[in-house]
């Protein structure tokens, strides 16, 4: 066996099925916490920026958890890494629940950040166990246990919660999150077979910057890296803004923008488990990916245009289906295109982007509200409408790449 081709070990029949549900089950972990986090640091008199600071805390941990992980899981192998990323969440829910102030929940969240950035780790196991042309298809399946998880977790997380107890009126919910970590743990020890053995003997694996100087400048995955930027910081940057916005456009309240959430969830979850796999393999996934990116710019531009909730809550669907037609297929076009030796590695640095959009989105929308409350909706269309263009060259330089080189006369 050549060392450009990794040995991986036999892997189990519905491997990647079994650790979607694992995903399911930490992310109505993840989906317990992140609607209360504003009411938690409100406990501790937190002000305005220092809620701020404790969401942003996790997306800058997973910005460099991301790579990391990735990377090591690729020379150790995707159990080991899945296993000890998600005790470091098990462990940081509970440290949060007897946080003595702001501060100590601010860098339990950094932690608790740095743990779960482990998507890389995800992604590449699904990439070792599921054939190249199959890959959109499990990928959106994680897309949609991920959401399911959101939508879930936060009604469970409501109904535990006592806000009027202070800090510890939230133990409870961050009780359950941490035993749903550890029931994650249990999952993968006993289920999960490792997709990969130890890698010893490869001797040319880059050192960390010199790997994301080759990605940046790969002519596919930097384009994809670059995609999944832009989409994020306009993604995220209207989601921050998007109760605000619905308030002062239609008086609507938490009760209201829940119900528009369940119903972009929902259509997220339709799109990724009926859809997009099929599309993909059908009509190829540079096609979907570009159709994907198309549909998030128009329901951005029309959000500015419309007159009532439900206009609303359809643009917010539209926005919702263009996400999950075309992500998945970032991952999987990464996935075809990268070294084998380092499919975590690239697809770590490829979530860090996307960590990255989630710090820096937001902070942008915030600044633009004050002098256009459309902003972030404008701003996200003028910024996903590149990213169509992007993706079209990428899959051109991708099939380009794949071909196999004509024989000289």
């Known amino acids: 066996m050549s060392q450009s081709e990794p040995y991986k070990a036999p892997a189990p029949r519905f491997a990647a099925a079994s650790l979607i549900a694992v995903i399911f089950i930490n992310m109505l972990g993840f989906g317990i916490i992140v609607p209360l986090l504003p009411f938690y640091a409100d406990s501790f008199d937190a002000e305005p920026w ?3 600071a404790i969401f942003g805390a996790y997306s800058v941990g997973a910005f460099f958890g991301e790579p990391l992980w990735g990377r090591l899981s690729d020379k150790y192998g995707r159990k080991p890494l899945l296993i000890s990323t998600i005790i470091g969440n098990c462990l940081c829910y509970l440290a949060l629940a007897f946080a003595p102030n702001i501060w100590a929940a601010f860098a339990i969240r950094l932690v608790g950040g740095l743990a779960a950035g482990n998507g890389a780790v995800v992604q590449g196991y699904i990439a070792d166990v599921t054939p190249p042309e199959k890959r959109a298809r499990q990928m959106s399946y994680q897309g949609a246990a991920w959401n399911v998880g959101l939508i879930i ?3 469970v997380g409501g109904f535990f919660a006592h806000t009027g107890m202070g800090p510890a009126g939230f133990r409870i919910p961050l009780f359950i999150a941490s035993g749903l970590a550890a029931l994650c743990v249990v999952a993968i020890t006993i289920f999960i ?3 990969r053995v130890r890698e010893e003997g490869i001797s040319h694996r880059p050192s960390r910057w010199s790997a994301i100087g ?3 400048t790969h002519p596919v995955i930097g384009r994809m890296m670059l995609l999944t930027f832009l989409v994020g910081f306009a993604f995220t940057g209207i989601e921050s803004q998007f109760g605000l916005w619905s308030q002062a456009r239609f008086g609507w309240g938490p009760r209201e923008i829940a119900v528009c959430f369940a119903f972009t969830g929902a259509t997220a979850f339709f799109f990724q488990t009926m859809v ?3 599309m993909s393999e059908r009509f190829g996934e ?7 990116m198309g549909m998030t710019a128009v329901a951005a531009a029309l959000q500015v245009f419309s007159v009532s909730g439900p206009m609303t809550i359809a643009l917010m669907c539209l926005t919702a289906a263009g996400q999950s037609v075309a992500f998945p297929n970032v991952g999987a076009i990464i996935s075809r295109t990268a070294d084998p030796h380092r499919q975590g590695q690239i697809m770590g640095l490829n979530n860090a982007t996307g ?4 710090v820096v989105g937001p902070v942008c929308a915030g600044l633009m509200v004050p ?3 459309d902003g972030p909706f404008i701003l996200g269309a003028l910024v996903v409408a590149p990213a169509i263009l992007l993706a079209l060259s990428a899959t051109r330089r991708s099939r380009l790449l794949s071909e196999p080189p004509k024989p000289e006369p």
Do not use: D, N
């Open 50 to 52: 220092q809620i701020g």
């Open 153 to 155: 977790g936060p009604a």
């Open 193 to 195: 077979k490792e997709s």
């Open 214 to 216: 080759e990605a940046v």
């Open 276 to 278: 997009t796999g099929q």
């Open 286 to 292: 540079g096609v979907m990916l570009s159709i994907g």
């Open 355 to 358: 960590a990255l959009a989630r």
């Open 371 to 373: 002098v256009m409350r």
